[in-house]
């Protein structure tokens, strides 16, 4: 209600490695996210992801929407899969592990309501 900023959502293109992309066909979307500490755990970017997803799906502008996720932010995991994201590879990323998730149009979409 202060007008601040608590997190953000940025919507590009896909950005993973070729031989990832190349298993997926149809339009894609990557999404990068990030909550700011004092407003972690509050349901925030859940509903934000939310949004974002049914607004892409809708609109029939993406077939997929891929998020890359560090393999120890467990609560990027637990957010993910509780939208309906699924793990579909890893890549290395200076020296880190990804975890490459995917979120098909296709796949029955309730939002994360389950």
């Known amino acids: 209600s202060d007008d601040r ?5 940025l919507c590009v293109k896909p950005e993973a490695p070729e031989q990832i992309l190349a298993q997926w066909s149809g ?3 990557t999404l990068a996210y990030a909550t700011f500490t004092p407003f972690r755990r509050m349901g925030y970017m859940t509903q934000a992801i939310r949004l974002v997803t049914e607004h892409l799906f809708q609109t029939g502008c993406t077939d997929y929407i891929h998020c890359g996720r ?4 467990l609560n990027s995991a637990n957010l993910l899969k509780k939208l309906g994201f699924e793990i579909a590879g890893t890549h290395w990323f200076r020296e880190q592990q990804i975890m490459d998730t995917v979120l098909w149009r296709n796949k029955e979409f309730d939002g994360g309501k389950k």
Not at 70 to 73: G, K, L, S, V
């Open 70 to 73: 560090f393999d120890y932010n």
């Open 5 to 9: 900023m608590i997190g953000f959502i």
């Open 27 to 29: 339009r894609g979307k």
